[in-house]
């Protein structure tokens, strides 16, 4: 087996142990075993595209193009042309897959279930790296940075499971990349021959006392060796360091994040497991509660509020921890003339039910729990501190009724600006339709209270949505707009909707998940169990604050201060929908029109029978949008480094070995001197084609102010140049290589910063490439027009390039 293959080999096998952290994402196997079948085939494109001579860059296009057809073939078979060619269709099918992925990573909890979105992200996740990681350590021969993008595929396994992704998989992912760079290595030594081979093998001892056997083999030993060691250091010694905690051989870290001393939380998303929880065959209780409040109906146990939306996901913002103070602080927003009435409450968990957030009716105002809780203001929310979670606790609430009168949210007066900028923004993703539809549905309100309402009653009783938790969740804009489209969904679905809705209105809005109040058990205690989870929406009226509306139909109960204030017709109510407002999505008139908005939703008139106005098909961003948006990433982070990478690829080229033969060595020694020219080029030190290789020697000394080791490093190469140039019989040179690197170490140590960043990121030697494309310009011109003497313009570039170096 040739070197190049036996990298590749050790690349496909360095990606698939990297791979093994994702196990504790997804269900099941499979997917690994299909990962591994498209990469080996992957790799064999590589190995034979490297037999003949093509570019580089070629190499990896054809993987590419392979990478892709594959892709195709497996996961958009039916759009495809011929069943493999990735037509418009068949890039349109893809899109819709990583869009659909990327919606159930955040639906689902860990481990996911292999969803065909998610089967795509993540094998073609894996494929990818393994392209890049063949790429860099097999065609252009640099394993070291072939470490990035493995290092990339654990460390996104390692933020998303539960703990961490274990110090199996770290072992497993480290001794692939270990294998890689000693891999590298041993294909180095054999280029030149058994160097270290021969008699010593039989000598016994060399003259310094050194064991003479296995000379070939010792350097591998000795790599073997460090990379054990260093494998160790990584594993062992966070156990000595308290900050780090218990290392990778340690599950959780005690604080989990969230030290005593103050400390944020990044909530995970808990809508993950809510559909779960609605789903399950049997209603397992999870808390039961006595509370003295005069309608335990209102008496909603909150987790805590989602209150940032990023277009994929609503989720908790990062927020500051606090102690629990004796007596919470005043509800932000109340004002005094407003009904409050506090009630207390002894809820008790259930063993069964463990999790960091204490559920609580909103908003508490003092809590007697034992164990270690941590308060987040801004929310209002307790979170177990060091492992304590909601397992067996028992504990005491006290919590504010608050009654504000439809009159009294009608006339509230506008938020606070910091307060609005927070809670009405809403992604650059988000497609118009949604705020079209808002401004449809509330249209002819005259303040935010009407608007609200008629969004809650257009989602409960008059826009014809229908209740299902069978249907595929998501929280993002696609699924905001397809729960429009469709009217189907659970209460997911009706409050992420109604709180996006709302804020493109200008209302201050987010969404609160917990449980409804209930089942009330023969005792007199009441009972809340698995299918009592629940989501709502919270909306902000100055003077009243942050306020409950309940969007979702046969679900929980309507607020009061919703509801019309007479039993009476009266159409000039304002919770009432106006009449004016045919323009809304209620197109037809329901045969239950006198029945109040409230009892609909709570199934005493029998179903809607307005189909509602037709929403524009509008399935998001579409996928050609998102692929063109990707590519245009892509190039924004490639075109940059383009100067790097050919620096990089062209110093791999000269350095590397191209044959044995006296010519190949020649060429091997004037492709080191060309090298240490550019390097000093890159550098400042601009190169001088009329000074013999020994006078520029001494220049890229004296200009460079190298040491002695690299000045005489330089001197060996210019000699050698000169062997090949001007002797009969050229001596041979050996490590060319090792002096060439150290000529490039003394130039960037003597260097500056501001000298090395633009030799590292802006090499000045790039201006080859468009040398090399002017000439095969002038080539073609001359090929094809007959217009001798075209190369002018070529020297004329050299000249001005130089002199401004």
Request: include cysteine.
């Amino acid at each position: 087996m040739s070197g190049r293959a036996r990298m590749a080999l050790y690349a496909y096998a360095a990606t698939l142990l990297a791979a093994g952290a994702l196990f504790p994402l997804v269900e099941g196997a499979g997917w690994l075993v299909q990962a591994a079948v498209l990469l080996a085939v992957q790799s064999g494109a590589g190995v034979l595209a490297r037999r003949m001579p093509v570019a580089r860059t070629l190499t990896i296009a054809a993987q590419a193009l392979v990478t892709l057809l594959l892709l195709t073939l497996v996961f958009a078979r039916e759009h495809a042309l011929f069943g493999v060619l990735p037509g418009p269709s068949a890039v349109m099918r893809l899109g819709e897959l990583l869009v659909a992925g990327g919606e159930d990573v955040g639906t689902y909890a860990i481990p996911a279930p292999m969803t065909d979105g998610i089967e795509l992200m993540v094998v073609g996740g894996v494929v990818l790296i393994g392209l890049a990681v063949d790429a860099l350590a097999v065609t252009f021969r640099s394993a070291a940075p072939a470490g990035l993008p493995l290092l990339a595929l654990y460390s996104v396994a390692a933020s998303l499971s539960d703990g961490g992704a274990g110090w199996l998989w770290f072992l497993l992912a480290a001794s692939g990349y270990l294998l890689l760079l000693l891999a590298e290595g041993r294909d180095r030594l054999t280029q030149w021959g058994r160097v270290f081979g021969g008699a010593a093998r039989n000598t016994g001892r060399s003259a310094d006392g050194a064991g003479g056997a296995g000379g070939g083999a010792s350097p591998v030993r000795t790599g073997r060796r460090i990379g054990v060691l260093a494998l160790g250091v990584a594993l062992v010694i966070p156990l000595a360091l308290p900050a780090l905690d218990s290392g990778l051989l340690g599950g959780k870290g005690p604080g989990n994040g969230r030290g005593s001393g103050g400390g944020t939380i990044s909530a995970v998303n808990p809508v993950v497991s809510l559909q779960n929880n609605l789903n399950q065959p049997d209603n397992r209780e999870v808390l039961t509660y006595r509370s003295n409040i005069e309608d335990p109906q209102s008496l909603y146990l909150r987790i805590l509020a989602l209150d940032e939306f990023n277009g994929s996901e609503w989720r908790s913002s990062t927020r500051r921890l606090t102690d629990v103070p004796d007596r919470l602080p005043q509800p932000p927003g109340l004002g005094r003339d407003v009904s409050v009435t506090e009630v207390r409450t002894n809820i008790s968990a259930s063993r069964s039910y463990q999790q960091t957030y204490l559920p609580l009716p909103f908003p508490a105002s003092e809590v007697r729990a034992g164990g270690r809780w941590r308060y987040e203001p801004e929310g209002r929310t307790l979170v177990g501190d060091d492992g304590q979670t909601t397992r067996g606790a028992q504990y005491e609430v006290g919590s504010l009724v608050v009654e504000p009168t439809a009159g009294q949210l009608a006339a509230a007066g506008p938020p606070p600006q910091d307060l609005v900028r927070e809670y009405t923004q809403v992604p650059g993703s988000l497609p118009a339709v949604v705020a079209r539809t808002a401004e449809q549905v509330t249209e002819g309100s005259s303040n935010a209270y009407e608007r609200a309402v008629k969004l809650q009653d257009w989602f409960a009783s008059d826009g014809g949505f229908t209740y299902d938790t069978t249907v595929t969740s998501g929280t993002g804009s696609s699924a905001i707009v397809r729960f429009l489209r469709d009217r189907e969904g659970f209460c997911v679905h009706f409050s992420f909707s109604m709180a996006a809705m709302a804020r493109t209105l200008g209302i201050p809005a987010r969404v609160a998940v917990g449980f409804t109040p209930g089942t009330v058990k023969s005792d007199g205690a009441t009972s809340v169990g698995l299918r009592d989870a629940h989501a709502w929406p919270e909306l902000y009226f100055e003077g009243v604050g942050w306020t409950r509306f309940e969007p979702t139909p046969s679900r929980g109960s309507t607020p009061s201060y919703t509801r019309p204030e007479t039993p009476a017709d009266s159409a000039s109510d304002v919770a009432e929908p106006s009449a004016d407002t045919s323009d809304t999505p209620s197109a037809a008139p329901s045969a239950e029109s006198s029945c109040p908005p409230q009892l609909r939703q709570e199934g005493d008139c029998g179903p809607s029978q307005e189909p509602g106005a037709a929403l524009p098909t509008d399935r998001g961003t579409p996928a050609g949008t998102v692929l063109l948006l990707v590519l245009a990433g892509a190039a924004a982070l490639v075109l940059p480094l383009s100067p790097l990478l050919w620096r990089t690829r062209t110093r791999n080229g000269r350095l590397g070995s191209g044959g044995r033969t006296p010519a190949d060595a020649a060429a091997r020694t004037l492709a080191a001197w060309r090298e240490v020219t550019d390097a000093a080029w890159d550098h400042g030190i601009a190169p001088d084609e009329s000074l013999t290789p020994r006078k520029a020697a001494a220049r890229v000394v004296r200009l460079g102010r190298l040491d002695t080791a690299a000045a005489e490093a330089v001197h060996r190469i210019a000699g050698a140049v000169e062997q090949v140039l001007y002797a009969a019989v050229p001596l041979p040179a050996a490590g060319l290589a090792e002096d060439v690197r150290a000529v490039g170490a003394g130039l960037r140590e003597a260097a500056g910063r501001g000298t090395r960043l633009r030799a590292t990121f802006l090499p000045r030697s790039s201006v080859r490439v468009m040398w090399a494309l002017a000439d095969r310009r002038t080539a073609l011109a001359e090929r094809w027009a007959g217009r001798p003497g075209a190369g002018r313009w070529t020297a004329r570039l050299r000249r001005l390039t130089r002199q401004h170096g």
